[in-house]
């Protein structure tokens, strides 16, 4: 992958370019979830490519982006997106956020509107980290720094997946890929991207403020960000609407790509067609 550099911080990123068959193609950009990398959204990448630019950013100690010594927090990966955005000069885009991604992309439609044409956000929430979970989540940062993922990954998989997918023969490549996948990355960068997340402001009180319109897709079996919080959303943002996948679990994009895929290519040719 690519590295820029943005205001001095390596950031990797791929780009498919514009398609040759559509020189006037708009932009998605995809921002993935915690524990992974710009790789979860490959089944949708593949599809689109054809009509659309596609661009993935890999977060900071995440992916193929190298640790920093600087913040992991959101407010700081939302510059980071704005300056990828900027140096490409491909504003404005659809943003395309699961989970730790859908974060940053509330936040840059709340406070960069220029930016966006339209909202996708998968698997996310407005608020807060639940206090019920903070301890664990931080429990779980230290053990990853100090003894490695290999040894937590049966405590972290029943948020990350959902339990049909866990349970199917046919999952069991893909579980294998992000766990040596996440295995090669720093484990102390990882340690604070997880915390970035733990420790994360609300920013349920800026979202009356966006007006792209914004489609709010959730695994009805997600349980690090459940359905609850995707309503919650589409509460306060007014031109949302949800959209609910069955047998899915937090990582929707992996678990059931072609029903995330499908509703991806309604709300934008809907988007297109205002």
Known sequence: MPIVHLDGVPIAYSDTGIPPEHPDAQTLVFGHGLLFGGWM?????????????????????????????????????????????GLLAVAPVHWVGLSMGGFVGQRLAARHPELLRSLILLDTSAGQEDPAKIGEYKR???????????????????????????????????????????????????????????????????????????????????????????????????????????????????EQPAAVTAVLEEFLAAVAAR
């Open 41 to 85: 959204f490959e089944p949708q990448i593949q599809v689109l490519r054809g009509r659309y630019r596609c661009i993935t950013i890999d977060w900071r100690g995440q992916g193929e982006t190298p640790p920093t010594a600087g913040d992991y927090d959101m407010d700081t990966l939302t510059a980071d997106a704005v300056g990828l955005i």
């Open 140 to 254: 779980l940062a230290m053990a990853l720094r100090l003894v490695g993922f290999r040894a937590i990954q049966g405590q972290v998989e029943p948020h990350m997946f959902g339990s049909v997918f866990r349970s199917a023969p046919q999952s069991g490549p893909i579980i294998r890929d992000w766990s040596a996948r996440l295995r090669r990355r720093d484990r102390a960068a990882i340690g604070k991207a997880v915390l970035a997340v733990a420790d994360r402001t609300s920013v349920e009180h800026e979202l009356s403020a966006i007006a792209h319109p914004t489609l709010v897709v959730v695994g009805a079996d997600d349980r690090a960000t459940p359905p609850l919080r995707a309503r919650q959303i589409v509460d306060r943002i007014p031109d949302a609407r949800l959209h609910i996948i069955e047998d899915c679990g937090h990582t929707s994009t992996l």
